[in-house]
């Protein structure tokens, strides 16, 4: 599997859409409303490192955690996939599904100095779409023992994560000029996009199987 540099945009855009920081923004600051700007640049900073940490270490587990339960990358994919398109037709309708926070969450939150931990940065910016997404693009360039692609994901996640920092930083700025709308707009892009890529994710997987269950049933005669 070559890995050019529309495999390496696809990598981050997939990322980028599921971590979807500029539709996040109404959601950070209505959880924030009220704070300082230092308070503010604070929750930013947590929000940064703890979903970077929860990505990164999920996609160094993730290999292991196919092995413990015996599962196959195909099977991931079809999974994983299924949640993605799940993910992304909430993001078209405008809304955030359980996945990422509940009202519950988002009221406490309000009472709570970890809002940058919970539920900012996880489950909202790191949740289970985007670790889904990590785990299967390490576990896909680790079968095919590629090195410089899972870097790439580890980069990409990086990258996204501070480019979601300088979003945050100026939110009150394109909450301002963009409006909740045109917030809502990006943010169903990102879904038809993230459904898009949900959909290859399932293709992929299901040709990964047949050759799976074939020779399971050739070894069966």
Partial sequence: MAFDIAMALNVFIS????????????????????????ERAHVILKIVLVASGVLVVFGLIGNYIFQMFSITIPAFRIAGGMLIIRVAFSMMQGQHT??????????????????????????????????TTVMLYIGQFNQAGQILPTLWVFASILLTMALSGVLLT???????????????????????????????FIINGVVGVIPIITGELAAGH
Avoid: C, W
């Fill in 98 to 131: 359980q996945t990422k926070i509940t009202h519950e969450e988002m009221h406490d939150a309000l009472e709570r100095e970890a809002v940058g931990i919970t539920p900012l940065a996880v489950p909202l910016f790191a949740g289970p779409g985007a670790i």
């Fill in 170 to 200: 100026y939110a009150l700025q394109l909450n301002k000029y963009m409006g909740r709308s045109g917030l809502m707009v990006f943010s169903r892009i990102m879904g038809l996009i993230l459904a898009a890529i949900g959909v290859q």
């Fill in 15 to 38: 990322i980028f859409a599921i971590v979807n920081p500029l539709g996040n923004i109404p959601a950070f600051l209505a959880l924030t409303d009220g704070y300082t700007k230092e």
